[in-house]
Structure formats: C-alpha cells, structure tokens
C-alpha cells in the first residue's frame, strides 16, 4: 500500500488487496489482545504452583483488566492527536515487553506488575484496530468485515482455553506469554511495511488531570466490581469508599473536561442520540456476553459431566451462532445502507436466548443448552459489530479515536459489571441451595471451591446431587438477572435513528457519504 490513505480521500480509491493486507494485521494484533487472558486462565494453576501467592492469585487477571481498562481511553485521544499508527506501533511493543517480562517473572509480585505493563499495551491494540479501522474503511464498506472480526473472537475463546493447556503441559507456563512474540512481531512488521496514515500535529497538550481522573474512576468502579462480594462485603467500608472515590473523581472529571482545551474524552460526542445510545447498549452486551462466557462452562462440567480441558469448545454453538449472523449483517448493512433493524433484532434474541439458558435445570441435555447458546450467539452477532459501527458514523472523523475508546470502555466495564453482580448472586444461590439441602456445615465443606467433574465423581451421591442442584440454581439466578438487564438494551435499541453511514458504496461513488460529518443529524436537539 505504498500510497497515502488520507482520511478525507474517498473511500472507493483504497485499493481492496492493500486494505485486506493491513486488516490482516490489524487482526493479528485484536487475537493477540482477546487470546492473552484466554491461555492465562488454563495455566494459572501450573503459576501459583511454581511460583506460590494463591492469595494474590486474583490480581494477576486484575491488574490486566484494570490497566487496560484505564489505558483504553488515553489510547484514543493519544492516536487522535498525534497520528494513529505510532500510538498502535508504540501499544504493541509495549503489550511484548509486558509479555516477555511475565514470562521471566520469579515471584507472583512481579508477575502482577509485569501484567499489568501488558494490560497497558493491550488498551492500545484494542482501540487502534478499531479507529484504524474507522479511518481507513467508511462505515458503509465496513459491513463486509464484520464476520473477520467476529471470527477472530471466536477463535480466541475456543482456541485460548486448548492452546493455554497444551502449551503449559509440553512447554511450559512461561510460553504461554512467550508465544505473544512471534504473532506481535509479524503484526509490527506488516503495520509498518503496509499502513500509512497522514501524521497529525497536536494543537493542544495533553489533557493530564482529565486523564488522571479518568483513571481513578475506573480503577475504582473496576476493583468495586471485582472485589464486591468476594473480597470484601458490599456493604464494607472498603466498597463504600471505593464508590465514594468514583463518583467524586467521576464528577471532577466531568468538569475538568467542559473546560479542558483538548479533553481526553469531548463530552460532545454524547450529544449524539446514537452514540450515547450504543454506548449503553454495548454496555449491557458486555454484561451479557462475559456473564455467558464465564457461567456456562461453569454449568457444563458440573451440572453436565463436561471435561475442564475443552471448556473452550463448550462455546462453540453461541460463537459460531455469533461468527455467522454477524457476518450476515455486516453483508447486509454494506448492500442496504440499512442498520436500525439489527440493534432491535439482536436485542430481542438476546433477551429470549438467556431467558432459555435461565430455563436450564439438571436435566437439561447439551443439545438443548446448545441451542439456547446459539440463540444467545445470534443476539450478540447482531449487536457485537454494529455497535462500533454505529458509534463511529455519529462523530466526526476528528473524534474516531476516542469514540472508537469509549465504545471498548463501555463494553469493558459492562463485562466487570456482569460478572460481579451475576457472580454475586451466582455464589448466594448456590449458598442457599447447598444450606437448604444439606445443611450449613456441609454445605460450607463441599461448596468452598469451584467443582470440576473429575472431583465431583469422587463425592458422595448425597453431595453431588446437592452441588449439581445448587449450580443450576445459580445460573438460573445469573442469566435471569442477564435477561432482565437485556430488556433495557432491547428496549433503547427502538430510539436509535437510521443516519446514513458515511462512504460512498455502489450508489455514491463520488465519495461524499465519507466525507460529510452525520454527528448533528441525531443529535438530542433535534
């Protein structure tokens, strides 16, 4: 791709193959990003075994997520000040660094640390793929990629958890950071030799205290949600001061921002109906989507008798589900121009597939729960890509990389929430139902850990019928309170209104779609 693809140029002079070259990295570095916790998560046990620390067990996956999570709107604003392709070069070199260091990590202290340095550069890689994407695709073209990117997350979920186990048991845990070298520096390679992207000079500085406050926020409704429940009561003083932490920096962040020159996120664009409207919605697919991904594994190998060693495949109908009905739409939305149907048709199946996984008791057979994940998986197909989609055509070009930050923020946090309160109320249930048919005492011996099926078959019958009773109960509670959050997703989905995306398509090969700024056409006022 040797010419300069301008962001104002039309989108109908990209050549096809040079676009496809510099997706294919982008989506090295989106697998590298979604595989890292997938693999980690197999081979946590063989690390706390070596390296000791089971009670700090829980930060390593936390300090990835919280840096991330704070990182991913700074990321945003960085690339849109001062060019987009070296803030995702610099986000992936440092996402290795952090790998590498993991990987050489002696104790369970520094391998915190070093995860987080990761989780840092993981912010970057996430956000760059997608406002790289904005940038060099118009959102009426970029239907037809959809299905790459979906196929990439699947590939994660069912490819992490197998590769994780085989990698640990024949190389090593330490390979399981390792392995990010190879697949980042061919991402570096091909996004150097292919990508080009005219530089930007900043106008402004940096908006340090915006972001510092931004961070705080997060960082705090990040360890509420991981720790609320588990390490700390809800009611404790803890989470009460970390609530009162985050709604303090929240609320001077807000106004630092009406008055920054460069705010790390305008608030400007949440004038737009859309946008305001597909942050939430993505908000509540992230709830939806990792409550589903961490609980039904969870009920299949100890309600169903499923093997731990391929959990990964367990997914494998609401990924494929997800995979093909959102390359679908994508398809459609290029041809048509057309998108509102797909929020309110995603929403409903959503809503109706984690009411029928609600529905699972202990004599629900895998074929059945099967289906009730694909019913799910189309669901979050039609909402997973469109979102973004959606998000990016209501701002101005100016605005793609913090709207494309904000839209991952969203769905980032909406995942901590969905799995803390659906955690929550997963380990009351279970609680309760062992207490009840067991007794207070047995129920605390046989309920202090997470059962796989190997150590369930070793209990007695008594037991195991208790436990097996108890998990279906829990994940009824989880996806019920799923389903209740969907309503809302499925009910706002109706106020979306249909602005045409911008980019030429078949129609309007003059390129004037790309180049109009559709932000005030859904703006409240009007």
Do not use: C
């Amino acid at each position: 791709m040797s010419e300069t693809v301008k962001q104002a140029e039309v989108p109908g002079e990209v050549k096809p193959r040079s676009v496809r070259v510099v997706l294919m990295a982008l989506m090295i570095a989106m697998l590298l990003a979604m595989l890292d916790n997938m693999i980690i998560g197999t081979a946590m046990p063989t690390i706390v075994g070596e390296l000791g620390g089971l009670e700090h067990l829980s930060w390593v996956v936390t300090a990835y997520t919280l840096a991330t999570a704070a990182s991913t709107p700074i990321w945003g604003k960085i690339g849109d000040m001062y060019g987009r392709k070296g803030s995702f070069l610099t986000s992936i070199v440092i996402f290795l660094v952090g790998s590498v260091l993991s990987g050489m990590a002696q104790d369970m202290g520094q391998l915190i640390g070093f995860r987080a340095i990761q989780g840092l550069g993981a912010g970057g890689l996430m956000v760059g793929v997608m406002a790289i994407i904005g940038d060099l695709i118009p959102p009426r073209e970029r239907g037809k990629y959809q299905g790459m990117m979906a196929g990439v997350m699947a590939l994660a979920m069912i490819g992490g958890p197998l590769v994780g186990g085989t990698i640990t048991d024949h190389l090593g845990w330490r390979w399981a950071f390792y392995i990010n070298l190879p697949l980042g520096a061919v991402a570096l390679a091909m996004v150097t030799a292919v990508l080009h992207l005219p530089k930007k000079k900043a106008q402004g500085k940096i908006d340090y205290l915006g972001a510092a406050l931004l961070t705080v926020a997060i960082t705090s409704t990040v360890l509420v949600t991981t720790w609320g429940g588990t390490e700390y009561a809800w009611g404790s003083g803890e989470i009460i001061g970390l609530i009162a932490v985050g709604v303090l920096s929240l609320a001077a962040f807000l106004f630092v921002e009406t008055k920054a020159a460069e705010p790390v996120m305008p608030l400007h664009i949440f004038r737009s109906r859309n946008f305001t409207l597909m942050s939430v919605i993505g908000f509540l697919v992230g709830f939806a989507m990792f409550g589903g991904v961490l609980y039904l594994p969870l009920f299949q190998q100890a309600v169903q008798g499923a093997s731990a060693t391929n959990s990964g495949l367990l997914l494998l109908p609401m990924l494929l589900s997800m995979m093909v009905v959102s390359l679908i739409a994508g398809r459609i939305t290029t041809s048509s121009g057309k998108y509102k149907m797909f929020p309110i048709i995603g929403g409903a199946l959503m809503v109706v597939g984690l009411f029928l996984l609600a529905s699972m008791d202990t004599d629900t057979t895998r074929l059945m729960s099967g289906l009730y994940m694909a019913v799910l998986g189309a669901g979050l197909g039609f909402l997973m890509q469109i979102t973004m989609l959606v998000a990016q055509n209501s701002v101005e070009m100016k605005d793609m990389g913090v709207a494309s930050s904000s839209a991952t923020l969203f769905r980032t946090l909406g995942g901590s929430f969905g799995v803390a309160l659906m955690g929550s109320l997963f380990t009351s249930q279970v609680t309760d139902t062992m207490s009840e048919k067991l007794g207070p005492d047995a129920a605390k011996a046989a309920g202090s850990a997470q059962l796989d099926a190997a150590s369930l078959a070793k209990l007695p019958e008594a037991v195991r019928d208790a436990y097996q009773h108890a998990v279906a109960a829990g994940t009824h509670s989880a996806f019920l309170l799923g389903a209740a959050i969907a309503v809302l997703g499925f009910a706002l989905a109706w106020f979306v209104k249909e602005v045409p995306l911008r980019g030429a398509g078949p129609a309007q090969a003059d390129g004037e779609g790309a180049k109009a700024a559709p932000a005030p056409q859904d703006s409240f006022a009007h």
